[in-house]
Each structure stands twice: as C-alpha cells, then as structure tokens.
C-alpha cells in the first residue's frame, strides 16, 4: 500500500465441513467470510476513510471438493477421481471506492479436476487446474498511473499436470 492508515478491523468466520459420505467417498466444504475495513479515517482522507473496505479482500469465498477412492484390479492399486470448485468474492485494488484509479475486480471460480492410481510405492495423477479456462483479472498494476498503460494480471489459464511419485 502507498500509505499508512490510521486502523483496521478484520472481522471474520470461516467454517469447515468434511465427511465421508460412504466408503470412498469424502466430501469437504471451506467457507469464509470476512468484514475487513478501516476503522478510522486516513491521516489523508482521500487516501481512506472509516468504514473503507480493505483492498483485494473479498467479503466471501469457498472452497467445494470430493473426491472417490476405490480400489482397482487386483485390489493392490487404488484409483481415484476428484474434482475442487473455488470461489473468490469481488475485490477492490484501492480503500476509496471513489478513487479514480479503484477498480473493482470481478468475482470467480475455479474447477479442477484429478484422476489417478495409488500403489503402496508409487502413484501417478493427471490433473487439469482451471478446467473451464477462466481469465478474469485477479490484479491490477500502474508503474506511472495516467501516464503508463494499466497492467492487468488473470488467472493461471488451463493447466494440465502429469505427476508420478516414487516413495521410499
């Protein structure tokens, strides 16, 4: 941040949820929500004032997974499928919402996906990250704010990952 401010009140919960719905099955759930603002006013007040939400914190966010195992063959590999929604609230990049140069990034989600097979000394994971290749903007950076273009960061686009472990 470009300055310092006068105070802060981070107010939060965040919840969660696992179980295992049936043999193989588990489920989870990761909530959060969260009341961060300024609780005064900035020494500069257009630079912040009472009540300001605090930049790039969402007010809410979540996290669903699942994931099945099951044996496989001859009982001596365990294959699996899983799959992690996310979900970020929107941000905004300044404390003045009224700042000329706040933007108010967009809310998202994500999906992955995962596939595998587990031995006792190995196992091996096709993984797909951002399964619907969301771009929204996560981050924004000025090096000279109206005088250099904005900077724009997105998500991670579509990854695929082919891991294999080894265990000694």
Do not use: C
Not at 36 to 59: H, K, W
Not at 143 to 165: A, E, H, K, M, Y
Request: overall charge negative; aromatic content about 8%.
């Amino acid at each position: 941040f470009r300055s310092n401010g006068g105070g802060a009140d981070i107010l939060g919960l965040e919840l969660e949820l696992a179980a295992n719905l049936r043999p193989g099955l588990e489920v989870g759930l990761l909530a959060n929500w969260n009341d961060a603002q300024l609780s005064e006013d900035n020494p500069i007040p257009e630079s912040g004032l009472d009540g300001d939400r605090i930049p790039y914190t969402p007010e809410f966010s979540f996290t669903l997974r699942a994931e099945q195992t099951r044996p496989l063959f001859d009982q001596k590999l365990n294959g699996f499928l899983g799959a992690d929604l996310n979900y970020v609230g929107d941000r905004n990049t300044e404390l003045r919402p009224t700042n000329p140069l706040n933007l108010e990034l967009d809310s998202y989600s994500l999906l992955h996906v995962r596939a595998g097979v587990e031995a006792d000394t190995w196992s091996a994971m096709l993984s797909v990250n951002n399964l619907l290749d969301d771009d929204t903007v996560i981050d924004v950076f000025r090096i000279l704010p109206g005088l250099t273009p904005d900077g724009f960061i997105p998500l991670q686009p579509r990854t695929v990952v082919l891991s294999v472990n080894k265990f000694f």
